[in-house]
Nanobody
Framework: QLQLVESGGGLVQPGGSLRLSCAASGFTLDYYAIGWFRQAPGKEREGVSCISPTGGTITYADSVKGRFTISRDNAKNTVYLQMNSLKPEDTAVYYC???????????????????WGQGTQVTVSS
């Protein structure tokens, strides 16, 4: 069974940090671009970050640039999203998604991904 599982969400105070993990089971992430998305209550899902299979392309939404860092550890079959200097407006359910594109140094456009995780809640509040 092909599955993506996010973890690492929780409640954190403004200015705090969290590291989200996206672990794959049933397939290896080596050939996949991985995207992180988030959806706040009453809002549409938006892209946060993406890393290409080779790691040669990394993208961030303007709202998180300089605060979030995406990385991948293919040996652990896991992609991470380090989130620093968190703000209340970062509160959302965070999803990871995988798009198969072997040896590619690009990320998909929009939200056209093959597999999605179930999401993990991030709440930034004092």
């Amino acid at each position: 069974q092909l599955q993506l599982v996010e973890s690492g969400g929780g409640l954190v105070q403004p200015g705090g940090s969290l590291r989200l993990s996206c672990a794959a089971s049933g397939f290896t992430l080596d050939y996949y671009a991985i995207g992180w998305f988030r959806q706040a209550p009453g809002k549409e899902r938006e892209g946060v970050s993406c890393i290409s299979p080779t790691g040669g392309t990394i993208t961030y939404a303007d709202s998180v640039k300089g605060r979030f860092t995406i990385s991948r550890d293919n040996a652990k079959n896991t992609v991470y999203l380090q989130m620093n200097s968190l703000k209340p407006e970062d509160t959302a359910v965070y999803y990871c998604a995988a798009d198969r594109r072997p040896y590619s140094s690009s990320c998909p456009r929009g939200q056209s991904y093959d597999y999605w995780g179930q999401g993990t809640q991030v709440t930034v509040s004092s």
